[in-house]
Each structure stands twice: as C-alpha cells, then as structure tokens.
C-alpha cells in the first residue's frame, strides 16, 4: 500500500528543474508532500486535496490526479537549499487523517 | 519556541532494557502520531492519538505502548528492547477534521540505538 515515488534519486545543477512523482494502488483523498534534510525532521510543503488543483509554494508546485491516484511534485530553477529526501504522503480519506508515506526520493542539487 | 518537542534526541541502551520517549505540542493540534522511520528511511505510522483517544494502532508489537495523558502530550514506552528495534523514532502533530486533511509538523526525532 505503500506509494511508489520516482525517480528514487536525482541530482542537478542550481538553476535546474526537476519533477518527483508519487504514485498510489488505492483512492486518494489527500496527497501531502515534505522535504527532510539529512539528520532532520520531515517538513511539510503542501497538501492537494480531492478536485485536481495545482498548488505552489514559491518554486516548487504540486498537481494531484485523482483518477490516475498520482501526484507529481515540480522544482523550478532548483536552489542548493531544495536538496533533501522528499516524501509524499498519501490519505486515503476515513476518520484518522492517517498518512502513508512514500518510498521517498533523494534530490542533491549542485552548484 | 519549538512546535513538536521530543525527547531524547539520542538513546543509546542495551537489548532487553525499558525505554520511554516522550513528546509535546504546542500548537493547539488535536492529533498526535508516532513514525517509525527505519535505515532506509522508510517512514512507517505506528499509533496516532485524538484527543487522547487512540485511534491508530498498526500492526506493532506489543512491546510498543502509546500514552496520551493530554491532548498536548504523547509518550511512546518500549519493553525488552531487540536489536530490530533501532531506528528513528518521529512525533508528530496536525489539525483534526473528518471532512478534511492537514499537514503535519514533525518533532526534531529521536534515534534509537539498541546495542
């Protein structure tokens, strides 16, 4: 049940973009998405709910497709602080607001 | 002022011992959780707390008990500590709705070594 991420790592230069994509077996209700940098906690960066939307937060953007239970999260114009794991999350709707976390993907960015 | 705090940060004990760790929020949040996030840094709910009532209990063994004195607290107790057992261990907090979903905000972890 656990969501399936790819690529499982990337590296880029500054300035780069990237797309990590998160894909579950189940219906989503929710998908969330964090970044954890080595040695820290994971820190949330935003959340889609059912209906689709885009979301953004500066440089990096989010898209949710309900029907095909995937979420894809877009890095533009990569900097040196987005390098770290980035984890989705998955909520597949109930009363727990329980999230299943992804396989994770590793991003190092260079300068 | 820290949000999600645990501790300890660091807990270096030896199979079969006792341990506790404990965690607090201050952010108001109505939902508490444990994540076990292992070598390959698989992240992996364990219990989750509303309101100190438990409403997620994964398929953790026994040695593993949750308590929530208050909504504000969540403390995570080990017996018979096993090797398999070492890890990192996060808390986390988030809002609680039935009709929505919120992000969580994490404590800083505690790493678990069992020797």
């Known amino acids: 049940q656990q969501p399936v991420q790819s690529p499982q790592a990337v590296i880029l230069r500054e300035g780069e973009d990237a797309v990590i994509n998160c894909s579950s077996s189940?219906?989503?209700?929710?998908v969330h998405w964090y970044r954890q940098k080595h040695g820290e906690a994971p820190v949330f960066l935003m959340i889609l709910l059912k209906g689709g939307e885009q979301k953004g937060h500066e440089k990096i953007s989010a898209s949710f497709n309900e029907k095909k239970q995937q979420s894809s999260l877009y890095l533009t114009a990569s900097q040196l602080s987005y390098s770290g794991t980035y984890f989705c999350g998955t909520d597949h709707g109930g009363a727990t607001n329980k999230l299943i976390f992804g396989t994770g993907t590793l991003l190092a960015v260079q300068p | 002022d820290t949000a999600v705090s645990q501790t300890p940060k660091y807990l270096v004990t030896q199979m079969g011992n006792d341990k506790s760790i404990k965690c607090e929020q201050n952010l108001g949040h109505d939902t508490m959780y444990w994540y076990k996030q292992d070598s390959k840094k698989f992240l992996k709910i364990m219990f989750s707390y509303n309101n100190k009532e438990l409403i997620i209990n994964e398929t953790v063994p026994n040695r593993f008990s949750p308590k929530s004195p208050d909504k504000a607290h969540l403390n995570l107790h080990i017996n018979s500590l096993e090797l398999g057992d070492s890890a990192v261990y996060f808390c986390a907090s988030s809002r609680y709705s039935t009709g929505t979903s919120y992000g969580y905000t994490f404590g800083s972890g505690t790493r678990l070594t069992v020797v």
């Open positions: 189940k219906a989503l209700y929710s």
